[in-house]
T-cell receptor
Framework: GQNIDQPTEMTATEGAIVQINCTYQ??????LFWYQQHAGEAPTFLSY????GLEEKGRFSSFLSRSKGYSYLLLKELQMKDSASYLC???????????????FGRGTQLTVWP | DSGVTQTPKHLITATGQRVTLRCSPR?????VYWYQQSLDQGLQFLIH???????AKGNILERFSAQQFPDLHSELNLSSLELGDSALYFC?????????????FGPGTRLLVL
């Protein structure tokens, strides 16, 4: 089975840096994804890690440690529009590993205050 | 805009009824995934189709069924609806890219069962 944990809520102020952690226990692993979801809207892809280390993409970075079953999403220079739910998702290795399903955490609701 | 389309955007129906949700994947994407998102459950994987064939089933009820047509669009059929089926239903599409397959989500169908 799959178990993915992330904090339920976080708050931060504009211009600050916030780190959202995700820990996972999976029977198979073929990559970890972060998605952003505004209320009532579709999840939008932010980042993907399959190897250990840091992936940087503008204001957002994502880190993975496979041996620790741990990832974080780092958001810099926070803006009000970053207020959203951030979903950590693990792709199962599965049969035909490039076609694995995603297991999602419950999401971390980030509120950015002015 | 992810390039994935879903219709209808909203659906209100009564218990016991049957509805069909439609998804058109991004151009060139062969995989379609269906997810259910309710307030108390988060994003739950339902089913995955690849190039017309069912590839994986998740937490999909027997009252629910899906198919992917030759033109790659997909339909999710929900029957004998219950109040608890009220949720956001998302489809996502993807194409395998040397292990970096990323799922892109449609805008969702909000189903309300009264």
């Amino acid at each position: 089975g799959q178990n993915i944990d992330q904090p339920t809520e976080m708050t931060a102020t504009e211009g600050a840096i916030v780190q959202i952690n995700c820990t996972y226990q999976t029977s198979g692993f073929n990559g970890l994804f972060w998605y952003q979801q505004h209320a009532g809207e579709a999840p939008t892809f932010l980042s993907y890690n399959v190897l250990d280390g840091l992936e940087e993409k503008g204001r957002f970075s994502s880190f993975l440690s496979r041996s620790k079953g741990y990832s974080y999403l780092l958001l810099k220079e926070l803006q009000m529009k970053d207020s959203a739910s951030y979903l950590c998702a693990v792709r199962d290795g599965g049969r035909g590993s490039t076609l694995g399903r995603l297991y999602f955490g419950r999401g971390t609701q980030l509120t950015v205050w002015p | 805009d992810s390039g994935v389309t879903q219709t209808p955007k909203h659906l209100i129906t009564a218990t016991g009824q049957r509805v069909t949700l439609r998804c058109s994947p991004r151009s060139g994407d062969l995989s379609v995934y269906w997810y259910q998102q309710s307030l108390d459950q988060g994003l739950q994987f339902l089913i995955h189709y690849y190039n017309g064939e069912e590839r994986a089933k998740g937490n999909i009820l027997e009252r629910f069924s899906a198919q992917q047509f030759p033109d790659l669009h997909s339909e999710l059929n929900l029957s004998s609806l219950e109040l608890g089926d009220s949720a956001l239903y998302f489809c996502a599409s993807s194409i395998p890219l040397a292990g970096r397959e990323t799922q892109y989500f449609g805008p969702g169908t909000r189903l309300l069962v009264l």
